[in-house]
């Protein structure tokens, strides 16, 4: 693939990326991530970083900071897999 179509391709992976990141990050607030050492009375949602602290007397504590992180990595998780996907699909033969 020509340098020209691969900066044309480079929107369109950061946009779809955000996208898949935002989603991923929220869909993994519904799966309990448990920690190796913690009290009973205490789920956590979130992976790979805990964003969500539900406790027994039903309060659930939100940590929009863990979030914003927790998106960040999947963007950038997600951005890398459709590069190099493109990689591979567009390669010109040798």
Not at 12 to 21: D, E, N
Not at 50 to 72: E, F, H, P
Not at 80 to 88: G, K, M, T, V
């Amino acid at each position: 693939m020509s340098d020209k179509a691969r900066k044309h391709l480079r929107p369109r992976f950061l946009f779809f990326s955000v996208i898949a990141g935002i989603t991923i990050s929220l869909i993994t607030g519904l799966a309990e991530n448990p920690p190796l050492v913690g009290g009973v009375e205490t789920t956590y949602y979130g992976y790979p970083f805990v964003w969500i602290i539900a406790k027994i007397n039903s309060s659930m504590d939100i940590r929009y900071i863990y979030l914003l992180i927790d998106a960040i990595f999947w963007i950038a998780t997600s951005f890398l897999i459709l590069s190099l996907i493109s990689e591979f699909y567009y390669r010109e033969p040798a």
